[in-house]
């Protein structure tokens, strides 16, 4: 392949990188009163309703601070 056509291939594969970011961060909008969200603290846009490992990085994924 030439230089002409990876690159487009390289900009759809961020925008689907970038999509499936996105959708784990909005599946993160908790409210108050539901359960605890935790995150990767070298991820933060990782998200999960239980502790963990990051499947990013393999760090320990920790309880996000609720703002008072």
């Known amino acids: 392949m030439t ?4 690159f487009p291939l390289f900009v759809l594969a961020l925008a689907l990188g970038a999509a499936a970011l ?3 961060a909005c599946k993160g909008s908790r409210t ?3 359960s605890t969200l ?3 603290p070298m991820h933060p846009t990782y998200t ?3 502790p963990g490992e990051c499947p ?3 760090m320990d994924i920790v309880e996000v ?3 008072q």
């Open 3 to 6: 230089g002409k056509k990876i």
């Open 22 to 24: 996105s959708v784990t």
């Open 32 to 34: 108050a009163e539901q």
């Open 38 to 40: 935790y995150h990767c």
């Open 48 to 50: 999960s309703d239980r």
């Open 56 to 58: 990013i990085c393999g």
């Open 65 to 67: 601070e609720q703002e």
